[in-house]
């Protein structure tokens, strides 16, 4: 049975950071596709950051510079840092994986919202 369980999430004022873990079980991350997408109140779901199967990284271009995906294979576990946080980056977060042959080699920030694996995610909330 797959799981992904999303933790680190918080209430925090603008300029603050945090930082986002997803534990994975029953699917090893490394050579699939894996990332953060995240939904606000109101807001469609955003494609956040991604690290393909080739291990490459891609972020969307409103956290860029502020957010950095990363991944610890030994704990198959990913993270999300993120600084200097703003307002509209409050959303639930959620992290998620599938399968490399499913999507184009570099175009996973595109499709991370309807990746198959998900976890229930967790709420960021940042107040200005």
């Known amino acids: 049975q797959v799981e992904l369980v999303e933790s680190g999430g918080g209430s925090v004022q603008a300029g603050g950071s945090l930082r986002l873990s997803c534990a994975v079980s029953g699917y090893t991350l490394r050579r699939r596709f894996r990332g953060w997408f995240r939904q606000g109140p109101g807001d469609e779901r955003e494609g956040v950051a991604v690290?393909?199967?080739?291990?490459?990284?891609t972020y969307a271009d409103s956290v860029k510079g502020r957010f950095t995906i990363s991944e610890d294979n030994a704990k198959n576990t990913l993270y999300l840092q993120m600084v200097n946080l703003k307002p509209e980056d409050t959303a639930m977060y959620y992290c998620a994986a599938d399968e490399p042959f499913r999507y184009p080699r570099g175009r996973g920030i595109e499709f991370v919202t309807t990746f198959y694996y998900r976890g229930q995610g967790t709420q960021v909330t940042v107040s200005s």
């Open positions: 690290i393909d199967s080739d291990g490459s990284t």
